[in-house]
């Protein structure tokens, strides 16, 4: 690889319209057969200002080891996203940019919350939830049309989440616009999300969205990854602890405002309003794009899903490899604490450090064949609910969600095909997608 091939590339993944047409695969390939950790620089891109650059680590082993060494690579220090938080200091009080022991007492609450009772009444709902969305797709007819990212795909993880933080079902589609803001911020189709209709909901969502921020008159919103970007969320969440602790339910969220930690204390008013942001913009992305990206990857693979078909057995194993093969969050940040060595490379104090999911889901020294879709593949240690710490609170119900979908979509349909073309978010963090045009026969 020559250095203006390499130039090419690492611009090319920095580059947030590159993953209009998907992430570049090609490009990581290449990095990653050049190196273990290569740097790429940040220029200003679609208005964007630039930024100092990262250490971009490529291949599993060593993603791995930068995700299990929190004292090394901190969550903490520059928070978690690529681009340098405008509010570190509010950034850096949710979970997801926390260290240890801070991340490991929150944690330990937020685990005694999901009791077996509250995990065995989820599962009963996402599949009574799953069964009701293939039903209102197919109802009687015998053959149709449907946008499967927004009419299927983006409700199954709304109504487990609402069940999950005790949102009332009527106020679900809050969290559609959350995510599509905070998530598809680089991208002007979702930068401005505001599909939820407030008169169908509560009131508790009536007065957040009296809150929600409009464009400016160049069409911007304020930037959603600082409070003052998402203060109709945070009214959200401020406005249901209350009423929670007021009258306590039977969801997660309730659970966890009443937990006392090994001192005494409890979740504070900011703490569970990050909490809340990550699981209602977070716990959502992850799933609602690695369906649609799930089902991309059987349509493009024929035999799999003939397979599939032939032996629901397989589901499981499946579900692993779509997520593995599409790898729904594609990287995550860490901040160098000390002067470091990684993979050969000299890192100092201060440097931010990249992980690459979507590169290392790909890695020739795990992945016999990496860019076939095998539902037979097994091991299968794919990196996309991530490792170490900060592994995926809600990775078991994400696949319990996807098994659930998948067993009834192919249940109820003897026929699947693209009705056009997915369009994808443009986004370097998420692999998202926003429309998927679905045609079906019924089984």
């Not at 969220?253 to 309003?273: I, R």
Request: proline share 8%; aromatic share 8%; hydrophobic share 45%.
């Amino acid at each position: 690889m020559t250095a203006s091939t390499g130039a090419a590339d690492a611009l090319a993944v920095v580059d947030p319209a590159t993953y209009e047409t998907g992430p570049p695969l090609e490009a990581l390939r290449r990095l990653r057969s050049s190196g273990p950790v290569v740097w790429v620089d940040e220029p200003p891109l679609h208005g964007l200002p630039g930024g100092p650059g990262f250490w971009l680590v490529l291949r599993h082993a060593d993603v791995e080891r930068v995700l299990r060494d929190p004292a090394t690579f901190s969550s903490w220090l520059g928070a978690t996203q690529v681009r340098d938080a405008r509010d570190l200091a509010w950034a850096r009080q949710m979970m997801l940019n926390t260290d240890p022991p801070d991340h490991t007492r929150l944690r330990r609450l937020l685990n005694r919350s999901f009791t077996p009772r509250a995990v065995a009444a989820l599962t009963a709902e996402i599949d009574a939830t799953a069964a009701g969305l293939v039903d209102r797709m197919i109802g009687r007819s015998t053959a149709g049309t449907c946008d499967f990212a927004r009419d299927v795909a983006a409700d199954l993880p709304l109504v487990s989440l609402a069940a999950v933080l005790g949102v009332p079902p009527e106020d679900r589609w809050l969290m559609f616009d959350w995510s599509n803001r905070v998530i598809g911020w680089q991208d002007p189709d979702y930068a401005s999300s505001a599909s939820f209709d407030s008169s169908a909901g509560t009131d508790l969502a009536r007065r957040a969205v009296a809150l929600r921020p409009a464009p400016d008159a160049d069409g911007r919103m304020p930037d959603p990854r600082t409070r003052e970007g998402m203060p109709d969320l945070y009214a959200y969440a401020r406005l249901l602890a209350e009423a929670k602790r007021r009258a306590p339910g039977a969801d997660v969220m309730s659970v966890l405002l009443a937990q006392v930690d090994e001192d005494g204390g409890q979740v504070s008013d900011a703490e569970f309003q990050s909490m809340f942001w990550l699981f209602a913009v977070a716990g959502n992305e992850t799933l609602r794009n690695g369906l649609p990206g799930g089902l991309i990857a059987l349509l493009e693979h024929p035999d799999a899903l003939a397979d599939l078909r032939a032996d629901p057995a397989l589901l499981p194993g499946a579900v692993d490899e779509m997520l593995r093969w599409w790898t729904p969050v594609m990287v995550f940040r860490r901040t160098a604490r000390v002067d470091v060595e990684l993979a050969g490379v000299r890192m100092c104090a201060g440097d931010k450090v990249v992980v690459s999911f979507t590169s290392a889901n790909r890695d020739e020294r795990v992945f016999g064949d990496p860019d076939r879709f095998d539902v037979h593949r097994a091991p299968n240690p794919h990196l996309s609910f991530g490792h170490g710490p900060h592994f995926c609170l809600g990775a078991q119900l994400a696949r319990v969600q996807m098994r659930a979908l998948f067993g009834e979509l192919l249940r109820r349909t003897s026929r699947l095909e693209l009705a056009g073309p997915p369009a994808l978010l443009r986004s370097d963090f998420q692999r998202g997608v926003k429309r998927l045009p679905l045609r079906w026969v019924a089984a």
